[in-house]
């Protein structure tokens, strides 16, 4: 009888990764247009890392979704070209027609720098018209500019339509529009109070630490500010964090205090565009702790409302008022 043996072969079974190949798609604001106006792209190709824009006129470009201008009157084929990351590539082209502009019109263009601003942030105005001699600007609060490129604050928050008017030699106007979010300032109010008889303490030392380890330590502080007249410190400028905010208050009337008077108040948050409030207590009695004055403190007031709290004036401040905290504000670099 013969044997017969059978050899098993394992083949390793490869896995292949298929990449999908780019697929290159745009549109354009105009086909037809007049010589120096800006044409604008917009880029819906897929599957892409890398984009290679020709304009037909010599210039290139590898933004996302440029925008161009051609100079003299013709037609240019402005070409797509979307590249993946293993190097394929998909080609799509448009035919831009550029024509001079006869009647001599004039054409109202800008860009600003940013159209939500926040309240006290310069904002700057780049004019693009053409065929224009002057130009009168309309910042929607009620200040005109007649310069070319301007810059503009907004101090009370809301929203504005800014008017640009292009004017050429012949009184012909053309206009452009955009609107402006101005929001508030991100801000933190630190009110310190005395506990009993609910009086403001002014002059009291206000610590900004970014770790709840850095204030037991009292080391790497991001700011100190102090309170004013009113027992009130304002920061801005903050990061999105968590804060440990720590109050020192050494010479309060009527007690005799430990040099530190108030703890620390753990914010998990600071809202963005807004006032945030807090109050900071002192002469608190613990309860928990022997000596009977301890280190406690309250939160009790948060954002732009001040709620009535243990006798205290119910207040909304005003677009005004609260640019006026921002300008005294300590700010954190």
Request: charged share 20%.
């Amino acid at each position: 009888m013969k044997r017969i043996t059978l050899l098993a072969f394992l083949v390793p079974l490869l896995a292949v990764s298929c990449q999908k190949l780019p697929d290159s798609s745009f549109s354009v604001s105009t086909t037809t247009v007049d010589a120096d106006e800006f044409v604008y792209f917009y880029n819906y190709s897929t599957n892409a890392d890398r984009f290679e824009w020709d304009f037909g006129d010599g210039y290139l470009s590898n933004d996302y979704e440029p925008f161009h201008a051609y100079s003299t009157p013709g037609n240019y084929i402005v070409t797509l070209t979307a590249v993946s990351k293993k190097g394929y590539s998909s080609r799509s082209s448009a035919i831009i027609t550029v024509v001079n502009n006869p009647s001599g019109s004039p054409n109202a263009r800008f860009t600003v720098s940013t159209a939500t601003p926040t309240v006290g942030e310069e904002v700057y105005f780049t004019n693009n018209s053409i065929g224009a001699a002057s130009y009168i600007w309309d910042f929607g609060d009620g200040i005109i500019s007649r310069e070319t490129h301007p810059t503009h604050v907004y101090t009370i928050n809301g929203q504005y339509e800014v008017e640009l008017a292009a004017i050429n030699s012949n009184g012909t106007i053309s206009y452009a529009y955009i609107t402006i979010d101005a929001r508030i300032p991100k801000m933190l109010a630190i009110e310190v109070v005395e506990y009993y008889n609910l009086y403001r303490v002014p002059g009291a030392s206000v610590i900004l630490y970014p770790t709840l380890e850095d204030r037991n330590k009292q080391s790497n502080a991001l700011c100190e500010g102090f309170t004013d007249d009113y027992g009130i410190v304002v920061f801005s400028g903050l990061p999105d964090d968590d804060y440990f905010v720590d109050v020192w208050e050494e010479n309060h009337d009527n007690y005799s205090l430990a040099s530190e008077d108030a703890g620390f108040i753990t914010i998990e948050w600071v809202e963005p565009n807004t006032l945030n409030w807090f109050v900071a207590y002192v002469d608190v009695a613990d309860h928990s702790a022997a000596k009977g004055r301890g280190d406690r403190i309250e939160l009790v007031l948060k954002d732009i409302e001040r709620k009535s709290v243990a006798g205290a004036t119910t207040k909304e401040y005003s677009e005004e008022e609260l640019f006026e905290l921002y300008l005294k504000s300590v700010k954190v670099e």
